[in-house]
């Protein structure tokens, strides 16, 4: 066998050897047989598929998540359910589009409720419809990525990340794909080597074995032959050695060649990536992604399971500073039951601090939980995707009324410090405007929004450029109302993490950057570097 | 409340009634949906669920659509049960509804 040579772009760095586990493209529709009688048993099939698997989850879990699972295989268990699918499939109807089209229809009805709690539920129709959707589209459950695979896709799912194991090492090799997409950032954040946009892959129906992933060059390698393994084993042992360097300093502070000290801040999804991290490599938390929260596609988290992971947030920094962002679902960050299905521009639509004022229900119960872990350390609250100061007074009402609740109630909460992201151009344009606590600059989507180039194609990759001077321009527009207004200015997009950028960056005079824990060593390292 | 016509059920089928209201915080809703059907499925008896005396009814053995009722804490739930095992069924019924599914 020949080894094959593919090369992208990098877009999460390191160097990752593996088996080779290939995913099938969800999206990907699936042929119909055009027999009634066929789509029938597929369907009968998904969903007897979909159970099973459910069933397996539920021995893995117990109380409410338990709960979840258990009531979820008794509606698929349940003829009553898909009885209309089976109707229209014998109408000529194929097996996907009448499950599809029943299920919707179900789903509306749990979505319209009056009571929350059936609502609630809507979240767990939905996964119920997508696992079989995603049977019948021949894609097998994600879970099926085993540790230290290199997985190799056309594209893939933040979903599909993070059901996957990714401590045991392995990587990512897209053919499509972004260096800007959430699964990239998520890629770089747990430190998982990722190549994007390495062309087609084809096999001639034999899938490679093995894979040698380079995150750095952008290149992969699969079935190689011997010495070329070894070579590149031998390159990851010297990569693992310089790192270890680097990772003793890290805990030192972040000071400039000419003497500035730079706050260096982490950017987190969940607590489970402060494992094992001393809180002493930063001077803080600059954000916390809560959407992540909100994926495990067990329903909406309740007040009690928020409050209980910002406090154990904010129990680990130790008093430093830390940044909540809320819920900053839509745009290419779908929550099922949550955000809006089908818009024709989610990244220009309900998402953000717009859903969350259109949702206040959901909002209201974040913030509760936000004031109340706010005894427990020095937390701050960021709101995402602010447009005008009025979204912000809004939201700040919003939290104080659920501050007066709470006291009148006798429950002990604070009042978090409130700020926004700065990631509308015209949020950068007009920052002065806002009565806001702090700001911070969420880079990507000031790019993205700056450029009018799409985080997630590749096509336009190159235009969505942090380092263009128009969105410098804004970033130092931002820094400046900072300092005029007396409050802190930081930047928390994946552009703090490139050190390409650090530089400039510095030089609009962000003297704040929020990187991944894996990036804060090399970006000490390059701050130590940077002169006037 | 029953008791006057469950002998004569057992031999015609003249459907036993009875109601309790749902003391359970939450309603109907996924877990107490689960225990009721998965309650009524123990008898061979026709059970069904409806808010009012009159009806409409729906079929206690289906979680689906036990779920669509979407009974709401303090609603009164009215049970019509008919077949052999009817008199214990309803009484089992109304024990789990009584007991708000374990969860008041």
Same mark, same amino acid.
């Given at each position: ?106 789903? !509306?009805?749990?979505? $319209? ?6 609502? !609630? ?13 995603? #049977? ?14 290199? +997985? ?26 972004? $260096? ?9 954040? #747990? ?8 062309? @087609? ?43 270890? +360097? ?32 001393? @809180? ?44 909540? #962002? ?29 859903? $969350? ?10 913030? #509760?939980?936000?004031?109340?872990? !706010? ?55 007009? !920052? ?101 | ?7 004569? &059920? ?39 669920? &409806? ?30 049960? &008919? ?7 309803? &009484? ?13």
């Amino acid at each position: 066998m020949t080894e094959i040579h593919l090369t992208g772009r990098a877009a999460s760095p390191g160097l990752a050897i593996g088996p080779v586990t290939v995913l099938t493209v969800a999206v990907e529709r699936r042929g119909t047989t055009g027999d009634p009688a066929q789509e029938a048993a597929a369907l009968k099939a998904a969903i007897e598929g979909a159970t099973a698997e459910l069933a397996e989850l539920i021995e893995a879990e117990q109380g409410e998540a338990a709960d979840i699972l258990e009531f979820q295989v008794a509606m698929l268990e349940d003829d009553a359910l898909a009885e209309g699918a089976f109707d229209a499939i014998s109408a000529g109807t194929p097996a996907d589009q009448a499950w599809r089209a029943v299920l919707d229809a179900e789903i !509306a009805g749990y979505r $319209s409720a009056e009571d929350e709690y059936f609502r !609630a539920r809507t979240a767990d129709l939905v996964d119920i419809r997508d696992r079989v959707l995603m #049977r019948l589209n021949g894609t097998e459950k994600s879970a099926a990525i085993a540790g230290g695979a290199i +997985v190799a896709s056309g594209d893939t799912s933040p979903s599909i990340f993070l059901a996957a194991d990714w401590r045991r090492g392995g990587g990512i090799v897209l053919a499509a794909g972004s $260096s800007s997409s959430h699964v990239a950032m998520l890629a770089r954040a #747990r430190g998982t080597p990722m190549v994007v946009g390495v062309g @087609p892959l084809s096999w001639q129906g034999r899938p490679p074995a093995l894979a040698l992933v380079d995150g750095d060059a952008g290149t992969v390698i699969f079935d190689p032959e011997p010495e070329t393994r070894s070579l590149f084993e031998h390159r990851m042992k010297a990569a693992h050695a310089a790192c270890a +360097v680097a990772d003793a300093d890290r805990v030192k502070p972040a000071i400039t060649a000419d003497g500035r000290r730079i706050t260096v801040l982490l950017n987190i999804a969940a607590p489970e990536d402060l494992a094992d991290l001393d @809180p002493a490599i930063c001077d803080g938390i600059g954000l916390v992604r809560t959407e992540f929260l909100f994926e495990a596609s067990l329903g909406l988290p309740d007040e009690e399971t928020q409050y209980g992971v910002y406090r154990r947030i904010l129990d680990w920094a130790e008093a430093r500073p830390v940044t909540i #962002r809320t819920l900053d679902a839509g745009g290419d960050k779908p929550i099922p039951g949550l955000t809006i299905d089908g818009e024709s521009n989610p990244f220009l639509g309900l998402r953000g601090i717009r859903l $969350s004022l259109a949702r206040p229900e959901v909002f209201c119960l974040q913030l #509760r939980a936000l004031a109340r872990a !706010a005894v427990h350390g020095t937390l701050k609250v960021m709101l995402p995707m602010v447009a005008v100061p009025s979204e912000l007074d809004r939201a700040r009402e919003l939290l104080d009324a659920e501050i007066a609740a709470l006291r009148a109630k006798g429950i002990a909460c604070a009042r978090p410090l409130l700020g926004i992201m700065v990631e509308v151009p015209a949020a950068a344009l007009c !920052a002065e405007d806002f009565d806001a606590g702090f700001y911070s600059i969420g880079s990507n989507d000031l790019a993205q929004y700056t450029m009018a180039a799409a985080r997630d194609i590749g096509a336009v990759a190159d235009l969505n450029d942090t380092g263009n001077p128009a969105v410098l321009a804004l970033i130092a527009r931002t820094v400046e109302a900072g300092r005029a207004r007396g409050v802190e200015v930081s930047l928390c997009g994946d552009a703090a993490a490139d050190t390409r950028l650090t530089k400039a960056l510095l030089a609009t005079g962000l003297t704040t950057l929020s990187v991944s824990p894996l990036a804060v060593a090399r970006l000490k390292a390059t701050i130590a570097t940077v002169n006037p | 409340m029953h008791d006057v016509n469950a002998s004569r &059920a057992s031999k015609t089928s003249v459907p036993l009634t009875a109601s309790a209201v749902l003391v359970n915080p939450v309603g109907l809703h996924a877990r107490p949906s689960v225990k009721l059907t998965q309650c009524a499925k123990r008898f061979a008896a026709t059970i069904e669920i &409806a808010l009012a005396p009159e009806g409409p009814w729906t079929d206690a053995k289906s979680p689906v659509k036990v779920m669509r009722v979407k009974a709401p804490q303090g609603a009164m739930l009215y049970f019509r049960v &008919a077949g052999p095992d009817g008199k214990a069924a309803l &009484a089992a019924l109304l024990a789990l509804v009584h007991d708000g599914f374990g969860e008041a």
